[in-house]
């Protein structure tokens, strides 16, 4: 008696968008670099942001 194969699960990769972890490492990455810049922004003009911006 020939006692069938087992089912392979396929080898998918997960999706570049939506919310999984490449999207959210991407954020987090994103928003580090953005408060860098904040803060670079505020340290060398010597004002805020949103007065460096003419917000304030």
Same mark, same amino acid.
């Given at each position: ?5 087992? @089912? ?9 968008? =939506?919310?999984?972890? /490449? ?10 670099? =953005?408060?860098?810049? @904040?803060?670079?922004?505020? /340290?060398?003009? =010597? ?6 911006? =003419?917000?304030?």
């Amino acid at each position: 008696m020939n006692q069938p194969e087992p @089912t392979k699960t396929p080898n998918v990769e997960d999706p570049k968008f =939506g919310f999984n972890d /490449y999207a959210e490492k991407l954020n987090g990455r994103a928003a580090m670099i =953005g408060f860098i810049i @904040t803060l670079a922004i505020e /340290y060398f003009s =010597g004002q805020g942001l949103l007065s460096w911006l =003419g917000l304030n």
